[in-house]
């Protein structure tokens, strides 16, 4: 009975987060709330006993928030130093043809949203897709971004929320998920534009070229600021929290501000401060992240992630069925946010085995391309893109998404097989 009121309340939330746009509710909100209720709930019900879980799981969270706090601030630093502007202007310079261009954003797209992230990389390369594509190669070539920005953030331990989730709770090192996901991840991205490229028509606009010249500082400023990316690895192996990594590397890239900003030339833009920064961090996605945290280990500590776990995997799973189920929550992610499936899937999976971890940062992340609606990337280009609908997507680009996601765990199971065993 206890259990069947804290699952109605979650599906209720959860339903209200789904229908954010129909009803107006900030979704952010909704999880936040829906989190503390369901812990209110089991309060009411157990009594004053949850004080040394909640403080655990608070730590947990705070781990995570923290991290993508940092990472949004240094992203934000790069978008105030025109990194992705001069990105933007050296690609129009090229004269490229349609197919070529599309080839080019997605080879890009995959490469930048392993650095910073792919929902970052989405907005930056979609900007660059509408500047240059018209019509239905437009729609063709906004669906491959969004391939190539999931395909490239699920093999990087800090290019997709679910990679770092899985990341920050030990379930592989940052040399695992990138030498075991990255051949699938490729893979992902070569056959889905492959199968994308044939339906684009071939055409030449001639543009009006952007000129973004970066100074000698700027160009320093871009250089630690990516280099800060790095960071969070070296402090992981040296037993540290990544998101200590990140912080550093906020520091240390704000003192190169000010030491061009005190020493440097002045016709450079380097007139932004920390305030500016922090006012610019997108502080909903936090809130939602925290929310969704709470409400699964709502779920967790009463026993329904474990009746799940015995439902998808059983008592002592498998290879094979490890695998299969891992398969089965990348496709389910296509359908639901893959933030609650990924804390869930991190409590209900039964293994030790780091490669079954990256297998499922893969399909999660990669699975979430199979609809529009199933990952960040996707959502936000259909914000970015009036014609690029829930329909629209699934003509174009849900078989060649299905048919990459398929070769990609191939390639993992092969490599699993025959490399990493």
């Keep these: 009975m206890f259990e069947a009121v804290v699952l109605g309340f979650f599906l209720s939330g959860y339903a209200l987060i789904v229908l954010e746009h129909r009803w107006y509710l900030p979704k952010a909100v909704t999880a ?100 240059f594509f018209r019509g239905k190669n437009l729609l063709i070539a906004v669906t491959g971004i969004v391939i190539a920005a999931n395909a490239g953030g699920a093999f990087s331990p800090i290019g997709d929320v679910t990679t770092i989730m899985l990341w920050l709770a030990g379930k592989f090192s940052a040399q695992q998920v990138i030498t075991e996901g990255f051949f699938p991840s490729l893979s992902m991205l070569l056959v889905s534009t492959w199968l994308l490229a044939r339906g684009m028509k071939h055409s030449t606009r001639d543009l009006s070229a952007e000129e973004v010249s970066l100074s000698w500082s700027e160009r320093c400023i871009i250089g630690v600021a990516l280099g800060s990316f790095s960071l969070p690895v070296m402090f992981s192996e040296m037993g540290l929290e990544p998101y200590f990594g990140l912080f550093a590397g906020i520091g240390l890239t704000y003192a190169f501000i000010l030491l061009f900003r005190n020493f440097g030339p002045r016709e450079t833009h380097l007139t932004i401060t920390m305030k500016k920064i922090f006012q610019e961090v997108n502080s909903e996605s936090l809130l939602f992240f925290a929310g969704i945290l709470l409400a699964v280990g709502a779920l967790g500590h009463v026993g329904l992630l474990e009746d799940a776990s015995q439902m998808l995997f059983g008592e002592s799973p498998s290879f094979i069925r490890l695998v299969a189920g891992s398969t089965a929550l990348g496709v389910f992610s296509a359908v639901v946010d893959n933030i609650p499936l990924t804390a869930a899937a991190i409590e209900i999976i039964k293994t030790s085995d780091p490669s079954i971890w990256v297998l499922l940062a893969l399909t999660a992340g990669i699975g979430g391309s199979i609809l529009v609606i199933g990952s960040a990337a996707g959502v936000i280009a259909m914000g970015m893109v009036k014609d690029l609908t829930f329909g629209a997507y699934l003509r174009i680009a849900t078989l060649p998404a299905i048919a990459g996601y398929i070769v990609a765990i191939a390639v993992w199971f092969v490599q699993r097989q025959l490399v990493f065993s």
Excluded: C, P
């Design 32 to 131: 936040a709330s829906l989190g503390v209720a369901l812990w209110l709930v089991i309060a009411l019900w157990q009594g004053d006993t949850l004080k040394e879980e909640t403080q655990a799981l608070g730590g947990e969270i705070f781990g995570f928030v923290f991290f993508l706090f940092a990472a949004m601030m240094l992203v934000g630093i790069l978008a105030h130093y025109r990194l992705f502007d001069f990105i933007r202007a050296h690609l129009l310079k090229l004269g490229l043809t349609d197919l070529q261009q599309f080839w080019a954003l997605g080879v890009l797209t995959f490469g930048l949203s392993a650095v910073i992230d792919n929902l970052t990389a989405t907005i930056v390369m979609v900007q660059i897709a509408l500047r």
